[in-house]
């Protein structure tokens, strides 16, 4: 089943612990990003992924590391969570017809982390 | 810097009417718009997109205009059904061949169809 998988789910931590959220996609595609969700606000895009060693900022960068080693794998690491990084994150992954974000977007299943 | 702005944030038809959500972008150069549909506990899935040279796009029940003078474009849900309770957002990004392209969301309507 061609899908995104994000793990874990649900994750609650202390401040300062580093975490690392994974990502992976089996659909062969391109583009991958991370989103934010926060009620009121919407959907902002943390990184993106155009190709395997290249990444770049979205709209919310400050406190996120990303890596794309691999085609399929695309992490989000928190190497110092903080309160306001408390959030429900999405991974999403497309094919990148005529551009990354410019065509349909897959969703993963989100991942709900709360720092405490 | 870019923004898109969504409206209404909350929106509550009776099935079978029709809904309509509006969203309008600062970014001239913006010329891919999709629509993701969000249920309770998943991740958005898109249900259309219009790109900068259409008007207009219609797929069964749902259609979005584009009206690319006034930066406006919105989606239109007739005949309602329960199963299309959901959050709604829309989106614009600028597509670009040989470079990346950014996506600015909505902060998103949840629309409600009361039976």
């Known amino acids: 089943e061609a899908q995104v998988t994000q793990n874990p789910r649900y994750l609650i931590t202390v401040t300062g612990k580093k975490l690392t959220v994974t990502c992976s996609q089996n659909?062969?595609?391109?583009?991958m990003s991370w989103y934010r969700q926060d009620p009121g606000l919407g959907l902002r895009q943390i990184y993106y992924?155009?190709?395997?060693?290249?990444?770049d900022k979205g709209d919310v960068p400050e406190g996120y590391k990303v890596s794309r080693k691999e085609k399929r794998n695309f992490p989000l690491i928190l190497e110092s969570p903080s309160p306001n990084q408390t959030s429900l994150y999405f991974c999403a992954s497309s094919p990148q017809v005529g551009g990354g974000a410019s065509d349909t977007q897959y969703f993963g299943p989100g991942t709900r982390l709360t720092v405490l | 810097g870019e923004n898109v702005e969504q409206h209404p944030s909350t929106l509550s038809v009776q099935e079978g009417d029709s809904a309509v959500i509006k969203c309008t972008y600062s970014d001239s150069a913006s010329n891919y718009f999709p629509w993701y549909k969000q249920e309770l506990g998943k991740g958005p899935q898109l249900i259309i997109d219009i790109r900068s040279n259409v008007g207009e796009k219609k797929d069964q029940r749902i259609a979005v205009t584009l009206n690319k003078t006034a930066k406006h474009f919105s989606l239109h849900i007739t005949e309602t059904q329960p199963e299309d309770s959901a959050v709604y957002f829309c989106?614009?990004?600028?597509?670009?061949?040989?470079?990346?392209?950014?996506?600015?969301f909505g902060s998103g309507t949840r629309l409600s169809i009361r039976p």
């Open positions: 992924s155009m190709n395997v060693e290249v990444t």
């Open positions: 659909m062969n595609h391109e583009y």
């Open positions: 989106a614009a990004s600028i597509m670009r061949y040989s470079s990346a392209s950014k996506i600015i």
